[in-house]
């Protein structure tokens, strides 16, 4: 499964591209930052993360996309900014058709290193050592974007698993209930 995951933000939108499956090693395709301008409109700057997020896309052409829940802070403009970018985001992967996955902070954090309040060093330490890097991504956007991707192959890999058990379950009862028909049916002919 390739995965990219999407750090949302203004001034710096965190991308990474992994690729695995639970229980193997995953590798790091590609971790970057786009890059925005605070000078520039707030219409200019989601052009530019549109632009970029679609050549990632393009690029990499991943089977799912992973996008950081918003929540809320208590700077109302950075919420904004990062429910913006992220709307992009969420455009840009249903355009083509991507499943998208969004996960909280907490849940990466959790996925990641065991513990849903571990700080911006701990996430990027374990990013570091899952991926096999010689150092943590910088900035922090970028290792954050692939601490999203990592969670999603986990999680999504064990809800894929979910499922296909559930659909394999679906189709036995399905012709259980065709066999007990037609044995009923056989059994009002007989008689």
Not at 10 to 27: D, I, K, W
Not at 66 to 80: K, L, P
Not at 119 to 125: N, T
Not at 130 to 154: E, N, Y
């Amino acid at each position: 499964m390739r995965v990219m995951g999407i750090d949302p933000g203004l001034t710096r939108c965190g991308v990474g591209v992994v690729e695995g499956s639970v229980g193997r090693p995953l590798t790091l395709l590609d971790v970057n930052v786009i890059r925005t301008s605070a000078s520039e409109p707030i219409a200019t700057r989601l052009v530019t993360i549109e632009r970029g997020i679609d050549a990632w896309l393009d690029e990499y052409q991943p089977d799912a996309v992973a996008v950081e829940r918003v929540f809320a802070r208590s700077d109302v403009s950075t919420v904004m900014g990062t429910a913006q970018a992220s709307g992009i985001a969420l455009v840009c992967a249903a355009r083509r058709g991507l499943p998208v996955a969004m996960h909280t902070p907490s849940e990466v954090k959790a996925a990641v290193s065991g513990n849903g309040r571990a700080d911006k060093a701990q996430v990027g330490a374990m990013v570091t050592r899952i991926l096999r890097l010689d150092a943590p991504p910088k900035p922090a956007d970028a290792a954050d974007a692939l601490a999203l991707a990592i969670t999603h192959v986990w999680r999504g890999g064990a809800k894929s698993r979910i499922d296909e058990a559930m659909a394999a379950a679906t189709r036995s009862q399905s012709r259980i209930a065709a066999a007990v028909a037609a044995q009923r049916a056989q059994a009002r002919r007989s008689s």
